[in-house]
Each structure stands twice: as structure tokens, then as C-alpha cells.
């Protein structure tokens, strides 16, 4: 044992150096990132969630949603993000500055949802009320929605209960088959409301500092503009599944 005291300073300086990269230079780096001021409309980004939404993160962690979903648009050259309309821009550091618990996802098996809340809002739905319906009733049965879905139903968020007199509002409208029995209804409960309004408040398109997202091309190249005939400059489409 004539090495003990070798090997004990050895993993001491492993430990401290892991700890430094992987703790210390993060926090020197980010600790005094602050939200970005847009001068030209006087807003703010990030922006706080609303308590709802905050709720719904929770949710959303303890579903495990992660597992599957990642939270992180890759940059040019890293992988096809962009090019697919995932985002506008590349995911940075300042667009997890108010998540509890930043959540950029362990494999991609469903689409990114970094800009979920941006593509899921058709036109005319400015309270983002038709899109948390159609989320509601994806969680509870996604292959309602895709019948080659291979997402797991969250139907345990919702309750399936007798209609009494008239049906509650808040009941899903589900295509036939994917409902209750009738005389019952499916009505989601207090956890997938929140789920719904994080998954609509999930929106990292904002042109920032480090990451600008590129002016549109004008048509017929006119002058005035750098960026790439190539470039992706804003899409709410769909993402390719
Ligand atoms: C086993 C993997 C898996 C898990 C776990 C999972 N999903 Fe999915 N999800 C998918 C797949 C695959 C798709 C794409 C196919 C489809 O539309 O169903 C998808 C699609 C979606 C979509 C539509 C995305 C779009 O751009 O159209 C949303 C929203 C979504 N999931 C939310 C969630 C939430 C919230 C949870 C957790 C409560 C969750 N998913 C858990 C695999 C998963």
C-alpha cells in the first residue's frame, strides 16, 4: 500500500477537475445571464411562464415526456434542425433561463418540441385555446391522432365519467371510437390542463445575440441581406414525424 497516498491524491484530482468543468466554468459562464431587451418592441426574452404552464413542467417531468422528446434545436452543420423548420434559430443557454429544471431530452424519438407552441397555434386561434384541445386529446389517445403512433396514451390525466345532465365543456370532442361509452365523457384533469398550457407556451424562436436568426430573403436577391439563399427564416409547419 506503499501507492495509497498516490491513488487518493489521483481521484481527489479527477473528482476536482470533473467537478470544475462540470460545475464551476458553467457557473461562471451563465450566472449572470440576463433576460435579452428586444429595443424595438420593449419586450423582454425570456419571459416568464405563466403559473399554469410552470405547473405543466412539472408534469411534464414526472410523465417523463424527456424520455422521448428532446428541448434543443442543433445549429448548422450539427445535425438538420433547421433545414427541417424545427426552430429559426439554434438553442442557447438563455432560452432555459427560467426552467426549474432545464429538460433538453434524452432521444428524439417524437419531434422536438423547443417550438411546440409556436407550430401548434393555427392561424386565427389567438388564445391558443384550439391548440391546447387538440393536445389534450393527443395525450389521451395518440392514436387518435396518428394511428401509427407509437406514443403512450396519458389517459390516467383525464377522467371518463357520466355525463349528468349536459356535458361539461371541458369534455373532449374524440373521434368516434377513441371516447368513453356513451353517456359518458372524457374530461382531463387538473394536470393535463397544465401540461397543455406548458406544452403551448414552448417557444425559443426570438432572435437573440448569440444566436440571430436570419433576416428573410428578399425575392429577386436583392441586396441588403447576408444571409444564405438557404436559409430557413420562419416556419410553423408540422415537422416531418
Ligand atoms: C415512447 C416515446 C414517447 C413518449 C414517452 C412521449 N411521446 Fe410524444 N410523441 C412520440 C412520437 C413518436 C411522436 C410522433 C408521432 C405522433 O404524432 O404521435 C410524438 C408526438 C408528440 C406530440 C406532437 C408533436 C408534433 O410536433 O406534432 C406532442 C405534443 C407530444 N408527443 C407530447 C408528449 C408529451 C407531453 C409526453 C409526455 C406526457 C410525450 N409526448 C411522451 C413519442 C413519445
Not at 416568464?48 to 445549429?75: D, N
Not at 434524452?106 to 387538440?134: H, M, Q, Y
Not at 372524457?186 to 417557444?203: G, M, N, W
Not at 428573410?216 to 444564405?228: H, I, Y
Request: overall charge positive.
Amino acid at each position: 500500500m506503499k501507492h495509497g497516498p498516490f491513488i487518493l491524491v489521483g481521484l481527489l484530482l479527477a473528482s476536482a477537475s470533473s467537478w470544475c468543468g462540470m460545475v464551476l466554468a458553467p457557473l461562471v459562464q451563465w450566472r449572470d445571464l440576463q433576460p435579452e431587451k428586444d429595443e424595438g418592441t420593449a419586450t423582454y426574452y425570456p419571459s416568464r411562464r405563466s403559473g399554469l404552464a410552470e405547473q405543466g413542467s412539472e408534469v411534464y417531468r414526472a410523465m417523463g415526456c424527456f424520455h422521448c422528446h428532446t428541448q434543443i434545436i442543433r445549429g448548422r452543420g450539427l445535425g438538420m434542425d433547421l433545414e427541417k423548420g424545427l426552430g429559426t434559430r439554434r438553442s442557447v443557454a438563455i432560452d432555459f433561463l427560467y426552467d426549474h429544471t432545464v429538460m433538453p431530452g434524452e432521444t428524439r424519438l417524437g419531434p422536438d418540441l423547443a417550438n411546440f407552441g409556436v407550430r401548434s397555434r393555427k392561424a386565427g386561434d389567438t388564445n391558443g385555446a384550439l391548440a391546447r384541445r387538440s393536445i389534450l386529446v393527443k395525450l389521451f389517445d395518440p392514436r387518435s391522432v396518428n394511428s401509427a403512433s407509437i406514443m403512450p396514451s396519458y389517459a390516467h390525466l383525464f377522467e371518463v365519467r357520466k355525463i349528468s345532465r349536459t356535458p361539461s365543456p371541458e369534455a373532449l370532442v374524440l373521434s368516434p371510437g377513441a371516447g368513453a361509452q356513451s353517456g359518458f365523457e372524457v374530461v382531463p384533469k387538473p394536470e393535463a390542463i397544465a401540461l397543455a398550457a406548458y406544452l403551448t407556451s414552448l417557444d425559443s424562436q426570438k432572435s437573440v445575440f448569440v444566436a440571430p436568426v436570419p433576416k428573410p430573403v428578399k425575392k429577386g436577391g436583392e441586396k441588403g441581406t447576408n444571409a444564405s439563399p438557404s436559409v430557413v427564416v420562419e416556419t410553423h409547419s408540422a415537422p416531418p414525424k
